[in-house]
């Protein structure tokens, strides 16, 4: 892992971009997806408080039973990835 943390958020944007883009995902999670994939990519911030933010918005909706298995699995791999974020 790289010590800015860059690496991980662009393999977690990756994985967030697809789900945010399969028509087959409910709206909810989609959106939260793209406003994950919107934090993200924020450079006025720490890399460390992007991953805290969009981890916080992914695990809200990670709960979701509506959420198709693959797509819950994503997300889970998307906040993994995260998690290893510091500043």
């Not at 991953?51 to 819950?72: K, Y």
Request: a negative charge.
């Amino acid at each position: 892992m790289s010590s800015t943390g860059i690496e991980p958020i662009d393999r977690a944007i990756a994985i967030l971009q697809r789900v945010a883009e399969d028509t087959g995902v409910p709206r909810n999670i989609r959106r939260a997806a793209t406003e994950s994939m919107k934090i993200l990519k924020d450079q006025s911030l720490t890399p460390g408080l992007r991953a805290a933010n969009a981890v916080s918005i992914l695990e809200e909706v990670s709960q979701d039973p509506n959420m198709p298995l693959f797509a819950r699995t994503a997300i889970w791999q998307a906040i993994s990835l995260l998690e290893q974020v510091k500043d």
